[in-house]
């Protein structure tokens, strides 16, 4: 079955208590904190062991999952030095992650450096990787390279998971991404569909200077009814988690978001094939 998640960035101003509340409210089973953007539910890396314990036993008591810890980590940088930063900044975060029972956590590709060549590139991220897969896998936590960033499109993905070939690297499906990049989900899914252990949702349309606004789920350009076919049929269970993202101390309904995306999802999986 495949369950429905938030990112706290829909409502960032909201503490954990108000987040259960709405998550409750309109059906959500996973949330997906966005680590380092100050958002108000409060969960950082910076938690001490009790504040861990105390969030992860107040989510499984209402039936709720930290489903995903959702870092700006990004692997593709050239510089050494600056990759093995990033490298032990992903290190913390999976120690987060399980802690608080969270079977994964995103990382990005990040911008690559144009100067070398694509298969180069693939090397060196793919080094990075491996040097926090075995600490994942003694944590029960798996990480998820995202389509996203200089990574939309899923073959360079896909490389990198080969080239590191370890269970506890996976993919981070975001549906908006690779079709930006008019790769269809059917050629997604043919490239990454049966790594894919975590979605992200968002819809939009272009203004008319050419910039991708998301907006109401269904409403956009984005097509998230195939993608959820096509997990679906190839024994996908895991989350289709929202990502619209709010700046604390903005204007924004994130309660209106949420109620949207549910609706919506429900009705999209009445839709897909058995």
């Known amino acids: 079955m495949i369950r429905l998640a938030t990112m706290s960035s829909v409502c960032p101003d909201w503490n954990l208590d108000r987040v259960i509340e709405g998550m409750k409210r309109h059906g959500y089973l996973g949330l997906e904190p966005r680590v380092d953007w100050g958002h108000a539910c409060g969960i950082e890396a910076s938690l001490s062991a009790d504040e861990r314990r105390g969030v992860r036993e107040r989510m499984e008591g ?3 999952a930290i489903c995903c810890v959702a870092t ?3 692997m593709a940088l050239p510089d050494d030095g600056e990759r093995a930063a990033q490298v032990e900044e992903l290190k913390r975060y999976i120690d987060l992650a399980g802690d608080l029972g969270s079977p994964f956590v995103r990382t990005f590709g990040g911008q690559r450096d144009g ?11 793919a080094q990075g990787y491996r040097q926090v897969v075995e600490q994942a896998q003694d944590r029960n936590v798996t990480v998820l390279m995202e389509t996203h960033d200089d990574w939309c499109c ?3 993905v896909r490389a990198v998971i080969e080239r590191v070939d370890h269970a506890n690297l996976q993919v981070l499906w975001d549906f908006m991404h690779p079709q930006r990049m008019l790769e269809a989900p059917e050629e997604t899914f ?3 569909g049966m790594l894919t252990r975590h ?3 968002h819809d939009g349309d272009y203004d008319d200077e050419g910039r991708m606004q998301v907006g109401a789920l269904g409403e956009g350009v984005i097509d998230h009814a195939m993608p959820l076919n096509l997990l679906k049929r190839g024994g996908y269970n895991g989350y289709f988690s929202v990502e619209v993202i ?3 101390g903005s204007d924004h309904d994130a309660d209106g978001v949420l109620r949207q995306y549910a609706e919506e999802f429900r009705q999209l999986m009445d839709q897909t094939e058995s």
């Open 62 to 64: 209402e039936g709720l």
């Open 72 to 74: 700006g980590v990004r």
């Open 115 to 125: 100067a070398q060549p694509l298969a180069r590139v693939v090397d060196y991220v």
């Open 154 to 156: 899923s073959p360079p």
């Open 190 to 192: 043919l490239a990454i």
């Open 199 to 201: 979605t992200h949702a």
């Open 246 to 248: 709010h700046q604390p």
